[in-house]
């Protein structure tokens, strides 16, 4: 990996499916309106960066670092989360579309999705405790093994829990939301 190393730079419009970003350490930088679109982005290291309207649909982020990352209105389809470096990783979302990406096993304590689309997202084996899903959408999400303690699923929509492949201790639901968990059941609720 190459030692390019990049503080406080703003990136607006660039297209990195056709000129790759460079190897290297990118601390407090802002990227708007870039595309990432299947680019390769292993070993790249993004420290307090924010993205804003950003496509990474598909991209490689192999062995990528997110530490203090804040995504707004990104498209992030297909991301293989599990294959970043997971030392320090932190990670926020707000208002973007995460469909068919991967958490496998990682530990995301205290991360915040809001208002954000999680179809078909896999988080099994994940530790999602105190992860809050505000006003989410996890139609088809694929929650097996993971630990859902104290997470705050009160506003997310279209999820199916099972109480018994979950750790779900004081996590938080609407009474919609409580009445899910007893889909796998199939008992009637008046």
Request: hydrophobic share 35%; aromatic share 14%.
């Amino acid at each position: 990996m190459s030692n390019h190393y990049f503080d406080d730079q703003d990136y607006n419009g660039e297209n990195y499916q056709k000129n790759p970003l460079l190897k290297g350490d990118y601390d407090n930088c802002t990227f708007t309106k870039c595309n990432f679109k299947e680019s390769d982005l292993k070993n790249i290291n993004f420290s307090e960066c924010t993205f804003t309207d950003c496509d990474f649909s598909m991209a490689d982020i192999g062995n990528c670092s997110f530490k203090e990352v804040e995504f707004y209105e990104c498209k992030l389809l297909g991301l293989q989360f599990e294959s970043c470096n997971p030392f320090l990783m932190s990670l926020f979302f707000k208002g973007c579309t995460l469909n068919f990406s991967s958490f496998y096993k990682l530990k995301l304590s205290g991360m915040k999705f809001i208002r954000c689309t999680l179809e078909q997202v896999d988080f099994t084996e994940a530790n999602l405790t105190s992860v809050s899903f505000e006003k989410c959408n996890l139609e088809n999400a694929i929650f097996q093994n993971t630990n859902l303690q104290k997470a705050d699923l009160r506003t997310a929509t279209n999820f199916s829990i099972s109480p018994q492949q979950n750790i779900i201790e004081k996590a938080k639901f609407s009474n919609e939301g409580a009445l899910s968990l007893l889909e796998p059941y199939n008992i009637i609720v008046d």
